[in-house]
């Protein structure tokens, strides 16, 4: 019993602490998880008519947009698909992150976009750093996501049935009941509902909030090895080159279109400096990315470069690093389609609803307490008065 006030007590702190933080989380994350869904049919510069020209190759595309984006560096080219814009991907870390969407069969520029501006720029800066300094906001999300573990698994512990007749109360709401058994309801039998798509969402944000976390999360899943840190093989500088027919991106373009014909995207990383290599992601799908295919060529001899990193071939991954690919498709849903999508923002919804209601138990409780304490007990009472007999 002692036990079950001590969780009671910590579970109650905890949630007042956090629950503003937890409402924001569940809040943008409702609103960011058809954010595909909404962009694609709200910007019609992401699609093109099919055409039965071929695509531009990457070194192009490339010349055209930074035209369109000058005094930038092109991150990356990527294509998806005959009805959808190609993209060249500029990307800075903490300088620029920029968009050109081009017509892939003419090479027209489409749309220059900033996409660190707009709605669901904004509602992600909520989602990860609470519109905060990010060196305040992240960790503030990460401890905030931490006591959200340690409240579902708590919250579950509080509403564990102590015998078989109390059972079935846990698993409905008494909607005829005063508001107050209503609210106690929601926050209880809602709460136990939502719980683990709660840990779901927990775990995999802990993922990103902590290292310590991830690292373990990695050695538990890949069974004992340490994750080996992203790196990029590099190209050897030093080779004699032949004669290339093309621009090395083009090349590499063209051997990955023939080994992935049915390919959702294909994105052609191009190199970062004379020593880079180049990249190219091969996913089969375009509405999630643990499945895409990473692989590295040497840009002067077009030599497949190995990685021993997570991102390398994704039949050559351990269950660590099949995790960690996972880690965002499943946090957002992505990775069981459009039915994941539709459960994650129902559990975000339901779970955003929880600082309310506990809350209002807590709010309820308080007011409780405080009318006891202020009633007057009968033994402190004024005696009546006695009536002398005549």
Same mark, same amino acid.
């Given at each position: #019993? =002692?036990?079950?006030?001590?969780? $009671?007590k910590?579970?109650? =702190?905890l949630?007042?602490?956090? %629950?503003f ?6 809040v ?9 869904e @909404?962009q694609d049919a ?5 699609h093109?008519?099919?055409?039965s020209s ?6 192009r595309l490339?010349?055209i947009?930074d035209s369109a ?6 991150? &990356?080219?990527?294509y998806? %698909?005959?009805?959808?814009? &190609?993209?060249? @991907?500029?990307y800075?870390y903490?300088?620029?992150y920029d968009?050109v ?6 090479g ?5 976009k900033? #996409?660190?501006?707009g709605?669901?720029?904004?509602i992600?800066?909520?989602?990860f750093?609470l519109?905060?300094p990010? +060196?305040?906001?992240q960790p503030?999300v ?8 340690v #409240?579902?698994? +708590?919250?579950?512990?509080l509403?564990?049935?102590?015998n078989?007749? $109390?059972?079935r109360?846990?698993f ?12 106690y309801d ?7 509902y939502?719980?683990?798509? $709660?840990l ?9 909030g ?5 690292? /373990? ?6 069974? %004992?090895?340490q994750?080996?840190e992203?790196?990029d093989p590099?190209?050897d /500088?030093t080779a ?11 090349l ?20 970062? %400096?004379? $020593?880079? +290599? ?8 375009? /509405?999630?990315y643990w499945k &895409?295919?990473?692989r590295?060529f040497d840009?002067?001899?077009l030599?497949e ?6 991102? !390398? ?12 690919? #996972?880690?965002?498709?499943i946090?957002?849903?992505a990775? =069981?389609?459009l039915p ?5 923002f129902c !559990?975000?919804l339901?779970?955003g609803?929880?600082?309310? /209601?506990?809350?209002l138990? =807590?709010? !309820? ?7 006891k ?11 009546r008065p006695v009536t002398a007999?005549v």
């Open positions: #019993m =002692w036990i079950r006030k001590i969780i $009671g910590l579970h109650l =702190w949630g007042l602490i956090s %629950g933080i937890v409402l924001m989380l569940a943008t994350g409702c609103i960011y998880a058809f954010q595909q @909404i709200t910007q019609p510069y992401r093109v008519a099919a055409q071929p695509f531009l190759p990457p070194s490339h010349h947009a984006n000058p005094h930038k560096h092109v991150h &990356a080219i990527r998806a %698909g005959p009805e959808s814009a &190609a993209q060249a @991907i500029y800075e903490l300088n620029y968009i969407f081009l017509n892939p069969y003419t027209e520029v489409l749309k220059v900033d #996409m660190e501006k709605f669901f720029p904004f992600l800066e909520g989602h750093y519109w905060l990010h +060196s305040v906001g503030v990460a401890v905030a996501t931490l006591i959200f573990f #409240m579902v698994i +708590s919250g579950i512990i509403w564990w049935p102590r078989k007749a $109390g059972a109360q846990r409905t709401i008494k909607w005829n009941a005063r508001w107050r058994r209503r609210n929601l926050h209880n039998v809602l709460g136990f939502v719980s683990w798509i $709660g779901i969402f927990a775990v995999t944000g802990l993922v990103w902590f290292q310590w976390f991830s690292k /373990t999360a990695y050695w538990v899943s890949s069974g %004992g090895k994750q080996v992203f790196y590099g190209s /500088t004699v080159l032949a004669q290339l027919a093309a621009p090395a991106p083009d590499i373009w063209e051997k990955m279109k023939k080994e992935y014909p049915d390919a959702g995207s294909l994105e052609v990383h191009i190199p970062e %400096g004379p $020593g880079g +290599s180049i990249e190219v992601g091969a996913n089969p799908s375009t /509405t999630s &895409a295919d990473y590295y840009q002067y001899t030599k470069l190995p990685v021993k990193h997570t991102w !390398g071939r994704v039949d050559q991954a351990n269950g660590g690093d099949l995790f960690m690919r #996972m880690n965002y498709d946090h957002t849903g990775i =069981w389609g994941g999508k539709i459960l994650a !559990g975000s339901l779970i609803s929880l600082p309310i /209601t506990g809350f138990i =807590w709010l !309820g409780r308080k007011k409780k307490t405080a009318a304490k202020s009633a007057v007990p009968r033994t402190a009472r004024a005696p007999e």
